[in-house]
């Protein structure tokens, strides 16, 4: 699937701005983007639930059209299943939608619903709902998934599990496009990212490859008070040292190598009371393209 010169706007906002990009066949593509950024409507756009200002959206080389839906599957970030009928009676009634759906036996071993099967839909956790949902999505054998923030509100256990039941998809050559609110997620999971923001996309490529780009080596963080901005101009100019910035409210040392940068912190008599040093993941990177955390 591609879009090219995707367009939306409503009225004078422009909800999205011109964005391309593609997903290959078998990846697991990752959309990110604080609230308000355009990601919602380039999903719909996508799913083909909303019709774009202008730019076209490819499936297989051909623009969506009524069929499309046939070969994708949506599990969507809110869900309302059938009341008083089980898992079970659930998957029937919803493969029996279908002209060709995916055995319920392979569908039930894939998702783990072994365990669930004669429980009423209004009795599943947050978990167990989700394994559900995913299940009801490839039922009809769908060529791409779209996962909309699929572990949202599950417990670290849960969630884990259900990373397993991506991969487990994954595996079988089916396309996934996962939104996602964790940022540990996407670096796990997703082959490729794109990140949005104001309608358009910061930055697309891999995980790896982006946190090589942006970053030079470890973050030593300090509490804002700890350093003068003309003590830390000098830092960022010191070997050793790569950049010195303030991000979310704390000075941000991206060090190339740690024993000389730390060494340049204590030459300034700066206080390393707060201070902490981890490797950049993806949250550090979001945070420096748009100011924002996920959730911001």
């Known amino acids: 699937m591609r879009v090219e010169n995707l367009k939306k706007t409503f009225g004078t906002l422009k909800a999205v701005d011109g964005i391309s990009f593609g997903l290959e066949q078998g990846q697991c593509f990752g959309l990110l983007g604080p609230n308000g950024a355009g990601k919602t409507t380039t999903i719909e756009i996508m799913e083909g639930i909303q019709v774009p200002s202008?730019?076209?959206?490819?499936?297989?080389?051909?623009?969506?059209?009524?069929?499309?839906?046939?070969?994708?599957?949506?599990?969507?970030?809110?869900?309302?299943?059938?009341e008083f009928i089980t898992v079970k009676e659930t998957l029937e009634l919803f493969s029996s939608f279908y002209p060709h759906p995916r055995p319920l036996k392979e569908v039930v071993e894939l998702?783990?619903?072994?365990?669930?099967?004669?429980?009423?839909?209004?009795k599943?956790?947050?978990?167990?709902?989700?394994?559900?949902?995913?299940?009801?999505?490839?039922l009809p054998r769908p060529?791409?998934?779209?996962?909309?923030?699929?572990?949202?509100?599950?417990?670290p256990q849960a969630r884990r599990n259900?990373?397993?039941l991506i991969r487990k998809i994954k595996s079988e050559g089916t396309t996934i496009l996962l939104t996602t609110h964790y940022m540990d997620e996407a670096q796990i999971l997703c082959d490729q990212i794109a990140?949005?923001?104001?309608?358009?996309?910061?930055?697309?490529?891999?995980?790896?490859?982006?946190?090589?780009?942006?970053?030079?080596?470890?973050?030593?963080?300090?509490?804002?008070?700890?350093?003068?901005?003309?003590?830390?101009k000098k830092l960022g100019l010191t070997p050793g040292i790569a950049s010195v910035d303030v991000v979310a409210g704390l000075w941000e040392v991206d060090a190339v190598n740690i024993d000389p940068a730390v060494k340049a912190l204590l030459k300034e008599?700066?206080?390393?009371?707060?201070?902490?040093?981890h490797k950049p993941n993806l949250e550090d990177l979001f945070i420096k393209l748009t100011g924002n955390t996920l959730r911001g």
């Open 124 to 138: 599943l956790s947050g978990g167990q709902k989700q394994r559900m949902l995913l299940g009801l999505a490839i």
């Open 54 to 82: 202008s730019g076209v959206v490819y499936f297989q080389e051909k623009p969506i059209d009524r069929h499309f839906k046939q070969k994708v599957g949506i599990q969507f970030q809110s869900t309302s299943l059938p």
């Open 143 to 155: 060529e791409m998934v779209f996962l909309d923030e699929p572990t949202t509100g599950l417990d």
């Open 195 to 232: 990140i949005m923001d104001k309608g358009i996309v910061l930055e697309l490529d891999t995980p790896h490859k982006l946190l090589e780009k942006h970053f030079q080596g470890a973050l030593i963080r300090l509490p804002l008070d700890s350093l003068k901005p003309e003590t830390a």
């Open 269 to 277: 008599e700066i206080p390393l009371e707060g201070l902490s040093i």
């Open 111 to 122: 998702c783990s619903l072994e365990d669930i099967l004669t429980q009423d839909n209004q």
């Open 162 to 164: 259900f990373w397993d």
